[in-house]
């Protein structure tokens, strides 16, 4: 399809665990976000990239959690030794522009449960 | 800091009435944009209206438009003639320009159910 796919659409670990979370922007987006929202509440900012820019990594919770993004396309959110609190759906968004008038076109997410 | 409020964690409104969604905003850029989102129990995230600081009128979409008081640094939306596809939780967003680009950060959303 045309839109942001992320895989897997659940995952379910155990504590300690590490975790890979892939993303697959739309072609042709330079931006590319991710969010981590809890169950009832909001989006909770993790990490953007743009283009070939240093990534804002200030969302990031703790040095557990990494991201990259190779040749400008696919990321992959890493989760090091998880953690309960981690359990959250992670989403993934993508825009066509970095700049602050491109509207972010999101993924179906994936969901996280750490037992 | 850049920073989004949304007051109301939950709304009721009959449907075929209008209902506004309060959003306020802080950030020190003159450059930025608002966005409002609305996200169903599927948990998709759909956009709905994007409105740019420099932007003179307000935006429109159909069905929804942004109340925009940049004095006032409040983005309200507001959805006329409600549908019950209409309840679902609704972001409000905001992206700065200057030295922190492209970063969007979210308001913790209002809940929104459409009553027949």
């Known amino acids: 399809g045309a839109g942001v796919s992320q895989s897997p659409s659940n995952k379910v670990t155990e504590k300690g665990k590490d975790v890979e979370l892939r993303c697959d922007p739309i072609s042709g987006h330079t931006a590319l976000y991710w969010y981590r929202q809890s169950l009832g509440q909001g989006l909770e900012f993790l990490i953007y990239f743009q283009g070939n820019s240093a990534p804002d990594k200030s969302g990031l919770p703790s040095d557990r959690f990494s991201a990259e993004r190779t040749g400008g396309s696919v990321s992959t959110l890493t989760i090091q030794r998880t953690q309960q609190e981690d359990s959250a759906v992670y989403l993934c968004?993508?825009?066509?522009?970095?700049?602050?008038?491109?509207?972010?076109?999101f993924g179906e997410g994936s969901r996280l449960t750490v037992l | 800091a850049q920073k989004i409020t949304q007051t109301q964690p939950g709304m009721f409104v009959q449907e075929k009435e209008a209902v506004t969604l309060d959003c306020t905003y802080d950030?020190?850029?003159?450059?930025?944009?608002l966005f409002w989102y609305k996200q169903p129990s599927s948990g998709e995230m759909i956009f709905l209206i994007y409105q740019g600081s420099y932007d003179q009128q307000n935006a429109t979409e159909g069905r929804y438009s942004l109340n925009f008081q940049k004095a006032r640094k409040s983005a309200n939306l507001v959805i006329s003639a409600s549908q019950l596809g209409d309840s679902a939780m609704y972001f409000c967003a905001m992206r700065e320009g200057g030295g922190n680009t492209g970063k969007l950060i979210f308001g913790q959303g209002t809940t929104l159910q459409v009553k027949p």
């Open positions: 968004a993508s825009s066509p522009r970095g700049d602050w008038t491109g509207e972010l076109f």
């Open positions: 950030t020190s850029d003159p450059s930025y944009g």
